[in-house]
T-cell receptor, first 113, second 114 residues
Framework: NAGVTQTPKFQVLKTGQSMTLQCAQDMNHEYMSWYRQDPGMGLRLIHYSVGAGITDQGEVPNGYNVSRSTTEDFPLRLLSAAPSQTSVYFC????????????FGPGTRLTVT | DQQVKQNSPSLSVQEGRISILNCDYTNSMFDYFLWYKKYPAEGPTFLISISSIKDKNEDGRFTVFLNKSAKHLSLHIVPSQPGDSAVYFCAASLRETSGSRLTFGEGTQLTVNP
């Protein structure tokens, strides 16, 4: 049981490049989400999904796309990277019932130059 | 607007003493509150939660108190240990949206000195 896995751990991109951050969970959780963590700003929700085929925007969705074709996978796509997207990205999953405990992956540290 | 706020960026306590981390919120519709702990270079891990219909929940050395009239919650760690040194985030779940959507505070860096 691996929990929530994320790849890659580190990534450096040039402005304008695109990439996909991978996230997978093996707990059969309905809910999956992507957060970014920036100094002094806590964790901010980018996109989330309550099940396969269903996605919605969080607080800071601009510049990011997601899809959910299976229960297990929830990739995050950066279409044209910008320096403002330099951050640490966390994927999380949970059941949709209380107490809504989310399980987090180890994170991807992204730098855009 | 910042619906969940942790006003203290850092807290330093002595080993064996009590650590009290605070969190304020503005939205009275939040139905669950959770605390997470985060070590450097790792993802956050769940610590303890409390339903909005309760005012206290205890798990070993960790107790969370909820004061709904003041829209305030706190996490007490007794006794504090050096291994508790980490960033602590409070989070809240909003009843009207998907039950799992959480809003996080900015985090408080706790340092427990030996």
């Amino acid at each position: 049981n691996a929990g929530v896995t994320q790849t890659p751990k580190f990534q450096v991109l040039k402005t304008g490049q695109s990439m996909t951050l991978q996230c997978a969970q093996d707990m059969n959780h309905e809910y999956m989400s992507w957060y970014r963590q920036d100094p002094g700003m806590g964790l901010r929700l980018i996109h989330y999904s309550v099940g396969a085929g269903i996605t919605d925007q969080g607080e800071v969705p601009n510049g990011y796309n997601v899809s959910r074709s299976t229960t297990e996978d929830f990739p995050l796509r950066l279409l044209s990277a910008a320096p403002s997207q330099t951050s640490v990205y966390f994927c999380a999953s949970s059941w949709v019932q209380p107490p809504y405990e989310q399980y987090f992956g180890p994170g991807t540290r992204l730098t855009v130059t | 607007d910042q619906q969940v706020k942790q006003n203290s960026p850092s807290l330093s306590v002595q080993e064996g003493r009590i650590s009290i981390l605070n969190c304020d919120y503005t939205n009275s519709m939040f139905d669950y509150f959770l605390w997470y702990k985060k070590y450097p270079a790792e993802g956050p891990t769940f610590l303890i939660s409390i339903s909005s219909i309760k005012d206290k929940n205890e798990d070993g050395r960790f107790t969370v108190f909820l004061n709904k009239s003041a829209k305030h919650l706190s996490l007490h760690i007794v006794p504090s240990q050096p291994g508790d040194s980490a960033v602590y985030f409070c989070a809240a779940s909003l009843r009207e949206t998907s039950g799992s959507r959480l809003t996080f505070g900015e985090g408080t860096q706790l340092t427990v000195n030996p």
